[in-house]
């Protein structure tokens, strides 16, 4: 399924393109304080290896502001500074390497302070992202929606003023709904890119499906350009999640669909762990450098749906009562005991 993207200006951040039709780019972020070099690298490193195409890193300091040049040369990853209320902290941050930063018109809005980010910014060639957020609107209109999208109008023809275009857009709340209205209103009044996300999500799962239907709502309609998925969890589990999102929506693919039913009283084997077994295979290394060219694999409980689901799949078992069945590309290749139909799917998987 392909779905019709919005029009806008590209964006580069480094070697990663946003907007313009460029595949939708997954960002992450550190939780770690940013002058601890080694265990901010060390973030950056996991999250680059479960799949962050650009990571964001918090300066509240002179000091995080300075440590980008020691992180810079540890890593290749292209990295955002997140600054708030002083703007100093932005131009250090760009002398010191980094390849964009988010600035939050709530809190830095001095036209004399702006000006000297980005004169400072075009000297260096990033952009920047104007990252609206609900909790923190410094003024008010009619509705949070308008006040969020005004606030953005506003901050972006202050850039295009000093004659700056490389700007990235966000608008974050925490509710669902107003997420999605503020970025639909705003994709109709200007054509810089998106940057999708829902702010103060919460734990994992409620923070999963906030951050699900909002941001798989305006993909779906086209809106928005790169991703992030904001949990208070691990912030790989945010990369897992955002992956998620981008290929069930089928806007990229990073490795292969795995089918399973949520199993019942019919269900003779420990399909959980089945799954769980077969996902992390599946999920490493060799079905993101391409090596498994299963798009879908099937594992399912019983003969009720199982030989239906497995026969559609490129890969698939369907267990029976005390044997399994194997099938590829429709066909049953191998009927064998419960525990081998594993063994045996796991190497036609790694044999791709
Ligand atoms: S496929 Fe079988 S085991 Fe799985 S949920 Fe359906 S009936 Fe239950």
Redesign the pocket.
Known sequence: MSYKRRKTRVVKVSNIRIGGGNPVSIQGMTKTETKNVSATVKQINQLENIGAEIVRIAVKDIGDARAIKEIKKKTGMPLVADIHFNYQFAIEAIKNGVDKIRLNPGNIYELNQIKEVVACAKEYKIPIRVGVNSGSLRKSSSSLVNSMVKSALDYIKTLERLKFFDIVVSLKASEVQDTISAYEKLAKLCDYPLHLGVTATGPLIPGTIKSTLAIGSLLKEGVGDTIRVSLTSRPEDEIMVSKEILQSLGLRNFSPEIIS????G??QVDLIKIVNLIKNKVDGSPSRNGKSSAKKIAI???I???PGEAKQADMGIAFTRNLALVFKKGKVIKKTSQKDSIDFILKQLEKG
């Open positions: 039913c949520p199993t019942c019919r269900c399912m409980g019983c009720v749906n199982g």
